[in-house]
């Protein structure tokens, strides 16, 4: 009777106060009733659990942010086997570990695992990942959580036990706290006789002339333009006179990529009167070609960039470009009927038709 004239009273200090007095009384279900009245919802959920009425619980553990009570009741929901349940309490509590192991192994939710994972860069749950994944024959995901778990060392076995040295290279390379991971993936791609694959890895392990070198080595169309990236990147100009011999006795270079390899070799070298010839040289080889407008743009780029460099634009290449542009605006101008200007265009070109 009495807490049934206290519900009706509509005094949220009252019902508070009927709360403390029927938890003293040790009548737990009607004390958390009135507590939950009252608005005290974590007290009134903390009995719930405390009495392991977990049916009285659930409906208030959505506005709970105890992570000790959410913590208490994802264990229980754990224990009656509620797995979506008890994930969920266990996420609300922040103990992102025991999420990545019930999705994994109650819940078979790999990708959520992958993504709470890598979010939470938890070695714990990498450890867990790696573990699991090892078991499902997931090699790539596997070396992706040793690395992220610390195991450096059983990464790199397994990646070379099972054809992975790859992914791990990768992943790895992205790590610039893990130097020494990346001389070992380049002493491995030495030793297996793939020297491409080795520069790669000194190349970002900060090692430009070991990379050239083995990119040299190898003098093809593949590995010519990594050679001159690393130059661009580095500004290692010594290395750039080997670069240039390789390009001129490449037989299996095109003469266009030849050209085009080397007017960035000179552009990263500071050769900016040789950059503007080269440029001028495969322009000319896109108009015996047909390619106008290739020609054009070429040329055009090359203006661009000496004028961000600061460097005087040679007056053949302005000339060279002005005739393209002259050339092209011509049909252009015959399609909005402007013959006059077309004519004057093309006699233009036709004065300098040896150009």
């Not at 900016?272 to 000319?284: P, V, Y």
């Not at 542009?325 to 004057?344: E, M, P, Q, W």
Request: hydrophobic letters at 45%.
């Amino acid at each position: 009777m009495g807490r049934q004239l206290a519900q009706q009273a509509n005094n949220p200090a009252l019902w508070r106060e009927c709360g403390t007095i029927l938890e003293t009384m040790q009548q737990m279900p009607e004390a958390a009733e009135m507590y939950e009245a009252a608005g005290m919802i974590e007290k009134a959920a903390s009995i719930h659990i405390a009495s392991k009425n977990f049916a009285a619980a659930q409906p208030l553990m959505a506005q709970v942010t105890s992570a000790k009570l959410q913590l208490q009741y994802a264990k229980a929901k754990e224990s009656e086997g509620r797995w979506g349940d008890a994930t969920a309490a266990y996420e609300a509590a922040g103990d992102l570990d025991n999420v990545v192991r019930l999705c994994l192994d109650k819940l078979n939710d790999l990708r959520r695992a992958c993504t709470i994972t890598r979010k939470s860069h938890s070695t714990t749950a990498a450890a867990h990942m790696a573990r699991y994944c090892l078991e499902a024959g997931d090699v790539a995901l596997a070396v992706e959580f040793l690395l992220l778990a610390g195991q450096m060392d059983q990464a790199f076995d397994v990646a070379a036990a099972q054809g992975q040295m790859d992914a791990f290279a990768q992943l790895v390379s992205r790590n610039i706290k893990a130097p020494e991971e990346m001389t070992r993936v380049a002493q491995y791609y030495d030793q297996r006789g793939e020297p491409e694959k080795a520069a790669d890895i000194w190349a970002k392990a900060g090692q430009p002339e070991r990379a050239v070198m083995l990119y040299l080595q190898i003098a093809c169309p593949s590995s010519l333009p990594k050679a001159i990236s690393v130059i661009e990147e580095t500004q290692r100009t010594d290395l750039a006179p080997a670069v240039l011999d390789a390009l001129d006795s490449c037989e299996a270079l095109e003469q266009s990529m030849r050209d085009a390899l080397r007017f960035r070799l000179n552009l990263a070298t500071g050769q900016l009167g040789d950059a503007a010839r080269d440029a001028l040289e495969m322009a000319r080889f896109e108009q015996e070609e047909g390619n106008y407008k290739l020609a054009h743009a070429k040329l055009f780029s090359t203006v661009q960039q000496l004028k961000s460099l600061g460097a005087p634009v040679p007056l053949e290449l302005s000339h060279a470009l002005a005739l393209l542009h002259s050339y092209i605006l011509v049909k252009s101008l015959v399609g909005l009927g402007d013959h006059t200007n077309a004519a004057r265009m093309l006699v233009r070109v036709a004065g300098n038709i040896s150009k």
